[in-house]
């Protein structure tokens, strides 16, 4: 993953690599935290978080944040959280702008009959997220 932070929070983490960078707290911070998550011993992360985005797309994002370890929700479970039952398409979107991929758990998201649809680091890595969160 590629993680970037502005030396006081995480701004992003994308699936993918790119070039290491100049170490810092934050970003060592995330790191150990995403180890840990991937090798089964973390379900919430405290690194601070500073993700740029909408007031819409805020709390949605905060919204998923709220989505326990090992569930998932509906995007329609998702707009009713966010107060408009209707803004389902809009919460998919927000979904896919998400910058803190695993961190801000909008792969926890599923389509109303459990249908795996839609992540932006791709079904495959939505599958594996959702299983390793399931195994645990």
Same mark, same amino acid.
């Given at each position: 993953?590629?993680?970037?932070?502005?030396?006081? #929070?995480?701004?992003?983490?994308?699936?993918?690599?790119?070039? #290491?960078?100049?170490? =810092?707290?934050?970003?060592? *911070?995330?790191?150990?935290?995403?180890?840990?998550?991937?090798?089964?011993?973390? @379900?919430?992360?405290?690194?601070?978080?500073?993700?740029?985005?909408?007031?819409?797309?805020?709390?949605?994002?905060? #919204?998923?944040? #709220?989505?326990?370890?090992?569930?998932?929700?509906?995007?329609?479970?998702?707009?009713?959280?966010?107060?408009?039952?209707?803004?389902?398409?809009?919460?998919? *979107?927000?979904?896919?702008?998400?910058?803190?991929?695993?961190?801000?758990? =909008?792969? @926890?998201?599923?389509?109303?009959?459990?249908?795996?649809?839609?992540?932006?680091?791709?079904?495959?890595?939505?599958?594996?997220?959702?299983?390793?969160?399931? @195994?645990?």
């Amino acid at each position: 993953m590629t993680l970037v932070s502005d030396g006081e #929070a995480l701004l992003r983490a994308d699936f993918g690599g790119a070039p #290491a960078a100049d170490a =810092c707290p934050v970003l060592d *911070l995330a790191e150990r935290e995403l180890r840990e998550y991937f090798e089964g011993n973390r @379900r919430e992360f405290s690194v601070p978080l500073k993700p740029v985005g909408t007031p819409f797309q805020l709390r949605v994002w905060e #919204a998923l944040r #709220a989505i326990p370890y090992g569930e998932t929700r509906s995007y329609q479970d998702v707009a009713r959280a966010v107060g408009n039952e209707r803004a389902t398409r809009a919460v998919g *979107l927000a979904n896919n702008r998400n910058p803190l991929a695993v961190i801000v758990p =909008c792969h @926890r998201v599923i389509g109303k009959g459990g249908s795996l649809v839609g992540y932006g680091g791709g079904l495959d890595n939505k599958r594996y997220l959702l299983g390793l969160e399931a @195994r645990r």
